[in-house]
């Protein structure tokens, strides 16, 4: 089975269209912070001293300013350029990695379609989250053919209906506002037709720059005018719950600084807070974890796929399911911030699924 990889790179561009790519010089300045020393972080990626000097200092050409500085009692660390190269390396990464993977495993699924007819992938239609990631990248390491399209929750759940994919992944807040939601993806399931799966149970609240220093305790904050906040785009179930809450409180989004300002994914949301961009978004923990975020939960919820039951037998979901019910997925999950897989695997109807009568 092939697999494609797309990534995010960053290339200077010279007014005559020369280009140079930062790619080289990026893990140099990571490992620079971490190690307090040029030779240090040349020796990790395996170069010269003098060889990985000339990259810095080709890049410090182009840039017009000094990557790294000396700092007493700390050896060599990054200046504020080298800090900001680093921060638009990884704001890039995370704000185009779910498009980009979704164009990855488009390109390979159609590759391994006209190597092997025989081996139909497992079309996953699902709502941005880490656990859905750490599905995709074991089910390629068991070399398990996956196409993997992020969409809202609303478009996944269509999209199983109208057969365009076996899985179709989608997150319900446990408790006020569970109804609320549930009737939106009750109109394409059928319960005689349609199974539930869990996958995991997550924590979704604010991502607060380090040290929170607008003092920000919660979701009536968002209405305050010193404060700039970062959505998920309409239709998403994280912009869905994050309405119904800012209802409940009695908030009137026209009141928010920023409320308009969208971006796709958690992964995105938590790099335009990290970058100074926003002082707040909404999101999954591991998300604000990843950026070294503060983090306020504010709601639980369960995490499914939706799938036709006749398929449960099939070959490619009872890949699926073996998977979730590894151990090792699970200690996996496990180990992201604000996430449970205690029901991971376990099928339920429509009917329960929706109304969370089936919560342990």
Request: aromatic fraction near 6%; hydrophobic fraction near 40%.
């Given at each position: 089975?092939?697999?494609?990889?797309?990534?995010?790179?960053?290339?200077?561009?010279?007014?005559?269209?020369?280009?140079?790519?930062?790619?080289?010089?990026?893990?140099?300045?990571?490992?620079?912070?971490?190690?307090?020393?040029?030779?240090?972080?040349?020796?990790?990626?395996?170069?010269?001293?003098?060889?990985?000097w000339?990259?810095?200092?080709?890049?410090e050409?182009?840039?017009?300013?000094?990557?790294?500085?000396?700092?007493?009692?700390?050896?060599s660390?990054?200046?504020?350029?080298?800090?900001?190269?680093?921060?638009?390396?990884?704001?890039?990464?995370?704000?185009?990695?779910?498009?980009?993977?979704?164009?990855?495993?488009?390109?390979?699924?159609?590759?391994?379609?006209?190597?092997?007819?025989?081996?139909?992938?497992?079309?996953?239609?699902?709502?941005?989250?880490?656990?859905?990631?750490?599905?995709?990248?074991?089910?390629?390491?068991?070399?398990?053919?996956?196409?993997?399209?992020?969409?809202?929750?609303?478009?996944?759940?269509?999209?199983?209906?109208?057969?365009?994919?076996?899985?179709?992944?989608?997150?319900?807040?446990i408790?006020?506002?569970?109804?609320t939601?549930?009737?939106?993806?009750?109109?394409?399931?059928?319960?005689?037709?349609?199974?539930?799966?869990?996958?995991?149970?997550?924590?979704?609240?604010?991502?607060?720059?380090?040290?929170?220093?607008?003092?920000?305790?919660?979701?009536?904050?968002?209405?305050?005018?010193?404060v700039?906040?970062?959505?998920?785009?309409?239709?998403?179930?994280?912009?869905?719950?994050?309405?119904?809450?800012?209802?409940?409180?009695g908030?009137?989004?026209?009141?928010?600084?920023?409320?308009?300002?969208?971006?796709?994914?958690?992964?995105?949301?938590?790099?335009?807070?990290?970058?100074?961009?926003?002082?707040?978004?909404?999101?999954?923990?591991?998300?604000?974890?990843?950026?070294?975020?503060?983090?306020?939960?504010?709601?639980?919820?369960?995490?499914?796929?939706?799938?036709?039951?006749?398929?449960?037998?099939?070959?490619?979901?009872?890949?699926?399911?073996?998977i979730?019910?590894?151990?090792?997925?699970?200690?996996?999950?496990?180990?992201?911030?604000?996430?449970?897989?205690?029901?991971?695997?376990?099928?339920?109807?429509?009917?329960?699924?929706?109304?969370?009568?089936?919560?342990?």
């Amino acid at each position: 089975m092939i697999d494609v990889q797309c990534r995010a790179e960053l290339v200077l561009r010279d007014a005559d269209g020369r280009e140079t790519s930062l790619s080289a010089v990026v893990p140099l300045l990571q490992l620079v912070s971490q190690t307090g020393s040029i030779a240090n972080a040349a020796a990790a990626k395996g170069l010269s001293y003098r060889h990985a000097w000339g990259l810095l200092r080709e890049i410090e050409a182009r840039l017009g300013g000094a990557l790294i500085t000396k700092s007493r009692g700390r050896g060599s660390v990054l200046s504020e350029l080298g800090e900001s190269v680093l921060r638009a390396q990884r704001i890039s990464g995370e704000r185009l990695d779910a498009p980009l993977q979704s164009v990855a495993n488009e390109v390979a699924g159609e590759l391994n379609r006209r190597l092997s007819r025989d081996a139909l992938p497992v079309r996953i239609h699902a709502s941005h989250g880490y656990a859905v990631a750490t599905l995709v990248r074991a089910l390629g390491e068991k070399r398990v053919p996956v196409d993997i399209k992020y969409r809202e929750s609303a478009e996944a759940v269509s999209a199983l209906a109208r057969g365009e994919c076996e899985l179709a992944g989608f997150h319900l807040p446990i408790g006020e506002f569970r109804a609320t939601c549930a009737q939106v993806y009750r109109q394409y399931l059928d319960a005689g037709k349609h199974q539930l799966i869990h996958l995991t149970r997550r924590t979704q609240g604010l991502f607060l720059p380090k040290g929170n220093p607008k003092r920000i305790e919660g979701l009536h904050d968002l209405a305050r005018g010193d404060v700039r906040f970062v959505n998920r785009q309409p239709g998403s179930g994280t912009r869905m719950l994050l309405d119904l809450s800012l209802r409940s409180i009695g908030v009137d989004p026209d009141e928010i600084n920023g409320y308009a300002t969208t971006e796709l994914t958690h992964s995105a949301i938590a790099a335009f807070v990290a970058s100074g961009m926003a002082d707040l978004g909404f999101g999954v923990q591991p998300a604000a974890q990843h950026f070294a975020l503060d983090f306020i939960p504010v709601i639980d919820e369960d995490y499914f796929f939706a799938f036709e039951r006749k398929r449960l037998d099939e070959g490619r979901l009872a890949n699926v399911i073996a998977i979730l019910r590894s151990d090792a997925f699970n200690d996996s999950v496990a180990h992201l911030e604000g996430y449970d897989p205690v029901r991971c695997g376990v099928v339920v109807g429509v009917e329960q699924g929706l109304s969370g009568v089936d919560a342990a």
